[in-house]
T-cell receptor, first 114, second 114 residues
Framework: QKEVEQDPGPLSVPEGAIVSLNCTYSNSAFQYFMWYRQYSRKGPELLMYTYSSGNKEDGRFTAQVDKSSKYISLFIRDSQPSDSATYLCAMYEDYGGATNKLIFGTGTLLAVQP | KAGVTQTPRYLIKTRGQQVTLSCSPISGHRSVSWYQQTPGQGLQFLFEYFSETQRNKGNFPGRFSGRQFSNSRSEMNVSTLELGDSALYLC?????????????FGQGTRLTVV
């Protein structure tokens, strides 16, 4: 079993829809969570960075963390064709604060249709 | 503020050769991590350098090595290239180590081994 599970999609939605992207993880030691957007042939772009359980909002994006269920989500409101990309969840292995090693999900490919 | 700069963007090498990739982190960032991204395995951690010291190493053969200079710039080297080393190599820049600061990625170096 992988440490981080993410549905690879592809996920196709009409423009203006609310998109829900999710990851589950198995290691309760994970404390810090990030969402990245990656366009084809580009590097990942940091969208959201969260630590505690609860919600964090930034514009059309909301990140949600539920540590009790080991489940994180990214919601995109009013989705646009420019949101079409692969979305990656990532979390730090934080064993006593010794390293910055990130564990990634496989990524979900999102297509927003005009 | 300049982002993370990786050079070169593209490389084509022959099996058995060696290659050196370069990463300049965001100004003021002292941690540089390297990742390999392939369609089959996704993003996998190679190693992290902080203040010129390797902090952690992923599960890759010894052909993969790296270093960090006093100005925080980092290089990674792959010797005796194999076809399976073809991938997008990404570096991530963070202010500190310890798994609690944001990680920003460069655009990557796409390596093709023929």
């Amino acid at each position: 079993q992988k440490e981080v599970e993410q549905d690879p999609g592809p996920l196709s939605v009409p423009e203006g829809a609310i998109v829900s992207l999710n990851c589950t993880y198995s290691n309760s030691a994970f404390q810090y969570f990030m969402w990245y957007r990656q366009y084809s042939r580009k590097g990942p772009e940091l969208l959201m960075y969260t630590y505690s359980s609860g919600n964090k909002e930034d514009g059309r994006f909301t990140a949600q963390v539920d540590k009790s269920s080991k489940y994180i989500s990214l919601f995109i409101r009013d989705s646009q064709p420019s949101d079409s990309a692969t979305y990656l969840c990532a979390m730090y292995e934080d064993y006593g604060g010794a390293t910055n090693k990130l564990i990634f999900g496989t990524g979900t490919l999102l297509a927003v249709q005009p | 503020k300049a982002g993370v700069t990786q050079t070169p963007r593209y490389l084509i090498k022959t099996r058995g050769q060696q290659v050196t990739l370069s990463c300049s982190p965001i100004s003021g960032h002292r941690s540089v991590s390297w990742y390999q991204q392939t369609p089959g395995q996704g993003l996998q951690f190679l190693f992290e350098y902080f203040s010129e010291t390797q902090r952690n190493k992923g599960n890759f053969p010894g052909r993969f090595s790296g270093r960090q200079f006093s100005n925080s710039r980092s290089e990674m080297n792959v010797s005796t290239l194999e076809l399976g080393d073809s991938a997008l190599y990404l570096c991530a820049s963070s202010k500190e180590t310890g798994g609690h600061t944001e990680a920003f990625f460069g655009q990557g170096t796409r390596l093709t081994v023929v």
